[in-house]
């Protein structure tokens, strides 16, 4: 599986942005996942959406502000991100893992595209 993430940028804190992860390869039953690692710390999970029929689960530091969401036939994960804050300025990385259940470690996850730049000034 190869992932290709896209859509970061610079935007001013309560703005939105769209990111955008494509997936090619073997995509079958892979479940995907957004994680991100600001500087100095370490990689955390944001979003996870489930193959089998699109259940979604979020952290709670962006629940109710991010929506992930899949297009199976595009092969595309998307990631809608609401009302943004400085502490959501991180380097966002897609990821897949070829599992039925989803999961909220990274470790968990085999496959990884290169990461996106997202900064929210203040």
Do not use: H
């Amino acid at each position: 599986v190869q992932l290709q993430a896209s859509g970061g940028g610079l935007v001013q804190a309560g703005e939105s942005l769209r990111l955008s992860c494509a997936a090619s390869g073997r995509t079958f039953r892979t479940n995907m996942g957004w994680f991100r690692q600001a500087p100095g710390k370490e990689r955390e999970f944001v979003a996870g959406i489930l193959q089998s029929d699109a259940s979604s689960y979020y952290s709670d530091s962006v629940k109710g502000r991010f929506t992930i969401s899949r297009d199976n036939a595009k092969n595309t994960v998307d990631l809608q991100m609401n009302s943004l804050k400085p502490e959501d300025t991180a380097i966002y990385y897609c990821a897949s893992r070829n599992s039925v259940r989803g999961s909220r470690d990274a470790r968990a996850f085999a496959w990884w595209g290169q990461g996106t730049l997202v900064t929210v000034s203040s």
